[in-house]
């Protein structure tokens, strides 16, 4: 499967500790970004790669959060300190470089915090 | 400001009969406009795009969108629903910001149920 993937699929957390997930985009994609989506709502943009270089952030990243691509192919996510409100799906999509094309999307990770 | 609006969170049609699942959009410049869809447990899946060109686009599935300047709208449609057409649908406009990192604005989506 050339697709996007990530891992892992499901993260239980206690409250306070640190957490890290990863995403694989389609590997000729050189755009890469991270979304999170709570229930009953869409996915809320929060960071966009574009190959190694983090070009921009949401607001809704706060501190306790950072993300990395560092050799422009896969990339990580980390929150600290995890608190309740951190509970959501996160997505990341990749992309073909040209600006209109569409982004396709991994499965998520599912983070419930305890 | 880039934004969607999708005003109805469920609709239920019965299979066999046409499907609408509405979008509107607020966007400065022109716009980019997307349809996804969301199955259970699954990734959410590119349906189509309105880029330019013809107002009405074909895209997966049978489904197709009707892209209309005046009104800022861009409804989903398909002339003959399907129970397995049964899932969540977004409506999504592309943002642009200086750094074009061209992220997804979505509305809240719309749970569709196809009755058999």
């Known amino acids: 499967d050339t697709g996007v993937s990530q891992n892992p699929r499901h993260k239980i957390t206690k409250r306070g500790q640190n957490v890290t997930f990863r995403c694989d985009p389609i590997?000729?994609?050189?755009?890469l970004y991270w979304y999170r989506q709570t229930l009953g709502q869409g996915p809320e943009f929060l960071t966009y790669?574009?190959?190694?270089?983090?070009?921009?952030k949401s607001r809704l990243l706060s501190d306790r959060f950072s993300a990395e691509r560092p050799k422009g192919s896969f990339s990580t996510l980390e929150i600290q300190r995890t608190e309740q409100g951190d509970s959501a799906m996160y997505l990341c999509?990749?992309?073909?470089?040209?600006?209109?094309?569409?982004?396709?999307f991994g499965p998520g990770t599912r983070l419930t915090v305890l | 400001a880039q934004s969607v609006a999708q005003p109805e969170d469920q609709v239920n049609v019965a299979e066999g009969n046409p499907l609408t699942v509405k979008c509107t959009y607020s966007?400065?410049?022109?716009?980019?406009l997307f349809w996804y869809v969301q199955y259970p447990n699954r990734g959410l899946q590119f349906l189509l795009k309105y880029i330019t060109g013809d107002n009405l686009v074909k895209g997966s599935y049978g489904f197709e969108a009707e892209f209309n300047k005046s009104q800022t709208s861009f409804h989903l449609k398909k002339p003959s629903a399907l129970v397995s057409d049964s899932a969540l649908y977004f409506c999504a406009v592309r943002g642009r910001n200086q750094t074009g990192a061209n992220n997804l604005f979505f509305g809240t989506g719309t749970r569709l149920t196809v009755i058999p």
């Open positions: 590997s000729e994609h050189n755009r």
């Open positions: 966007v400065s410049g022109n716009p980019y």
């Open positions: 790669f574009q190959n190694e270089a983090q070009l921009e």
């Open positions: 999509a990749s992309s073909h470089r040209a600006s209109y094309n569409e982004q396709f």
